[in-house]
């Protein structure tokens, strides 16, 4: 069984910058792919950025430029550092995280969610 503990949102002015932190554990044998995303109030759930074990990144075009996704292997824990923050990008934070577990089966794990909120 894999736990996904997500830290980091909180209330900012636009402008402002956060960081996310999502730290996998259990029963871990490899991490194929690590990601973030979000959904605002009313509205999809929507793709923000993603990276894959050999550290190929993919980005919602909406964050290009603003937004960093980077992960540490040894903590099985990924980041989304958040900066120019605007109003639009309020919502609740996902991390999603593939892989396969010491028993060789494939996973797919979501975390709770982080709440950002952007004030004007």
């Known amino acids: 069984q894999v736990q996904l503990v997500e830290s980091g949102g909180g209330l900012v002015q636009a402008g402002g910058s956060l960081r996310l932190s999502c730290a996998a554990s259990?029963?871990?044998?490899?991490?194929?792919?690590m990601g973030w995303y979000r959904q605002a109030p009313g509205k999809q759930r929507d793709l923000v950025a993603t990276?894959?074990?050999?550290?190929?990144?993919n980005y919602a075009d909406s964050v290009k430029g603003r937004f960093t996704i980077s992960k540490d292997n040894a903590k099985n824990t990924v980041y989304l550092q958040m900066n120019s923050l605007k109003p639009e990008d309020t919502a609740l934070y996902y991390c999603?995280?593939?892989?396969?577990?010491?028993?060789?089966?494939?996973?797919?794990?979501r975390g709770q969610g982080t709440q950002v909120t952007v004030s004007s």
């Open positions: 999603n995280i593939l892989g396969v577990t010491t028993s060789l089966t494939r996973f797919d794990s």
């Open positions: 259990g029963t871990i044998f490899r991490i194929d792919a």
């Open positions: 990276i894959t074990s050999r550290g190929s990144t």
